[in-house]
């Protein structure tokens, strides 16, 4: 038995008052289909190279200013004039002057021009404009990231970054599916595009190695070694899952969280939303399960009516959108009446497929 199989087995999922009830709470988002999912996460701790924001220093801001007024009025005399003009505006003396100016060079906000005195760099006008430019730096960031199975319950292929916006969940034993950092280097070299579709941060420019250390980190060589160490933090979620009127190409993606204790679903702010391209992460997702998976949910909640398995044989069924039309014989129909079962209330649901992720329909007699 392999992994994802076990698992499967060993997880509850809910009945169908509960669905019906998740179905109603999701009713704002306009579902197509929806269904439950356990899912396994690799959220990943990282230390990356990337370029973030960085505040500029009051004082050296107005030093900006000063030399954005002065630089062009004096684009055309020698450098000591403009010197002098930023000395009697800013009141400094000449050598603090230049250590201020040397400041903004080594951040990259200013420049020596030959024969022409100092001037502003294109980040020195961000910076001026914004009070913030962008640096490199070295941060430890959290990735997350989805283990997806095949069919048979074995690892299709590595684990497909995911945009969570959520918490942590239940831990689960990832020894026999651990997490290779290539994953991440592959996100990484990854284009614009993708990036945006699953939320990857553009910003990152590279994954730092532990075994190369970088002077960009800044810190001590302890410090450096300790913070390039990847951590993963392998977790198990219970999520809602629903595809929602999306692009022209196709539906939206959107995952919510819930929690098995009292069946409670957070269906607010989702933890995923793919607007296009989802089936890529989600390869165990489908919103047309097959016809086979479709049967034997529907003669399993038929025999737990009491109907034989000739009668559900002998059914006619057909998936039109989220609903699940079934045409018993006219025999088991109205024992079905007589029973005054609530699947003629419209608001019978199944969970169709054994996996890990499931699809959500609703039962219709004809």
Not at 13 to 22: C, D, H, I, Q, R
Not at 99 to 104: A, F, P
Request: some cysteine; overall charge negative; glycine content about 8%.
């Amino acid at each position: 038995m392999t992994l994802a199989t076990a698992l499967a087995s060993s997880l509850a999922f809910p009945g169908s008052k509960t669905l019906a009830g998740w179905w109603r709470q999701l009713a704002t988002h306009q579902p197509q289909a929806f269904g439950v999912g356990y899912l396994f996460l690799h959220r990943v701790e990282a230390a990356v190279q990337l370029i973030k924001p960085r505040r500029v220093d009051p004082f050296l801001l107005l030093l900006l200013q000063a030399l954005d007024r002065e630089a062009p009025a004096n684009a055309k005399s020698v450098p000591c004039d403009l010197v002098a003009r930023l000395e009697g505006r800013l009141i400094l003396n000449r050598q603090v002057l230049f250590q201020l100016l040397r400041s903004l060079e080594s951040d990259g906000l200013a420049q020596e021009r030959s024969g022409a005195g100092w001037g502003l760099t294109n980040n020195g006008r961000r910076a001026l404009a914004d009070g913030e430019y962008p640096v490199q730096a070295i941060d430890r960031r959290t990735f997350c990231f989805l283990e997806r199975w095949q069919a048979n319950g074995e690892r299709a292929v590595s684990p497909h970054f995911v945009g969570w916006r959520g918490d942590g969940g239940q831990p689960w034993s990832a020894d026999e599916c651990p997490f290779d950092v290539n994953s991440l280097h592959e996100c990484v070299q990854r284009p614009s595009e993708w990036q945006s579709r699953f939320d990857f941060p553009q910003e990152i420019q590279r994954v730092v190695a532990l075994s190369s250390p970088d002077a960009a980190d800044g810190g001590s060589e302890e410090s450096s070694v300790w913070q390039r160490v990847l951590v993963d933090h392998p977790e198990r979620h219970l999520t809602v899952w629903a595809l929602v009127p999306g692009s022209e190409e196709g539906a939206c993606l959107l995952v919510f969280a819930a929690r098995q204790d009292g069946w409670a679903l957070h269906g607010g702010e989702p933890l995923i939303r793919i607007a296009d391209g989802w089936q890529e992460a989600f390869s165990g997702l489908t919103a047309e399960p097959d016809t086979a998976s479709l049967r034997h949910a529907w003669k399993a909640w038929a025999s737990s009516r009491g109907l034989s398995d000739a009668d559900a044989d002998a059914a006619t069924m057909s998936l039109t959108g989220h609903h699940l039309e079934i045409q018993p014989p006219a025999a088991a129909l109205d024992r079905l009446k007589k029973s005054k079962s609530d699947v003629f209330k419209g608001d019978t649901w199944l969970l169709v497929g054994d996996g890990l992720i499931r699809t959500a329909v609703v039962l219709r007699m004809q």
